[in-house]
């Protein structure tokens, strides 16, 4: 997947590449065994471009390990990291040993479950990431209380918080009642806890929010827990 390229640190990028943990990596730099572009370096914070620079270890070339990508139904009660020092359970604690190379592409909060993209295609990754390819990713949201129209288009509108303007692509109410209503939110980029900030503006509590598509990938009949991965169609069709 080349639809973008991005530069990452040698000893982030070759970890990335699958060739062997970051301090692993990071040792072969220090000890002088690899090189850019024919050129010897040292330094485990030089800047290269995985798709674009040529990187050899001990004078041959290495290559990323086939392309993977998976599409994870995030379930609640887990964490979007590969460890947790509060000891909470983790996305990669539900994928086998094959898998734990990857690294997700954006994050879901702890309580926030639904689709979620892991990839060790870093070029793919800064693509799907990139505010400005504009990719759609769409939530079901429960708030406490009753949503009113007002409301709605205040926040269609956009609103200020902690210094970052906060404005969905589209924003649907299905349903609102005194008790909780229900929403449908699009968003083009990941802002940290973007929904639930944007609910909070307006005085309802976020009590259930689900991912249910990223660009054209959906859940399709998928549960908690389960993933599958992509094939190259559904990967050129996001």
Same mark, same amino acid.
């Given at each position: ?68 990508? =998976? ?5 609640? #009660? +887990?964490?979007?990291?590969? &460890?947790? /020092?509060?000891?909470?359970?983790? $996305?990669? !604690? ?40 504009? =990719? ?5 949201? #429960? +708030?406490?209380?009753?949503? &009113?129209? /007002?409301?709605?288009?205040?926040? $269609?509108? !956009? ?80």
């Amino acid at each position: 997947m080349t639809k973008n390229t991005g530069k990452f640190v040698l000893e982030r990028a070759l970890s990335k590449l699958g060739l062997a943990s970051r301090s692993q990596t990071r040792r072969w730099i220090l000890e002088g065994r690899l090189e850019v572009n024919g050129k010897t370096v040292k330094n485990p914070l030089y800047l290269v471009n995985p798709g674009i620079d040529k990187i050899a270890l001990d004078g041959k070339e290495v290559y990323r390990k086939s392309w993977k990508t =998976i599409l994870l139904y995030k379930p609640g #009660s +887990v964490v979007t990291t590969r &460890s947790d /020092e509060h000891g909470r359970r983790t $996305i990669f !604690g539900l994928l086998p040993d094959e898998l734990q190379s990857l690294h997700p592409v954006g994050r879901l909060d702890m309580a926030t479950t639904g689709l979620l993209l892991l990839t060790n295609d870093t070029s793919f990754s800064a693509y799907l990431t990139d505010p400005g390819n504009a =990719i759609r990713r769409t939530y079901i949201v #429960s +708030v406490k209380g009753k949503v &009113s129209g /007002e409301e709605v288009q205040q926040l $269609i509108g !956009g609103i200020w918080d902690r210094g970052e303007f906060l404005k969905p692509l589209t924003l649907t109410l299905r349903k609102s009642s005194n008790k909780e209503s229900h929403l449908i939110v699009e968003l083009i980029e990941g802002k940290n806890r973007e929904i639930r900030r944007m609910f909070e503006s307006i005085g309802h509590e976020v009590t259930q929010l689900k991912r249910v598509a990223f660009g054209s990938l959906t859940l399709g009949d998928m549960q908690p827990g389960q993933f599958r991965y992509l094939t190259s169609e559904e990967i050129n069709s996001i």
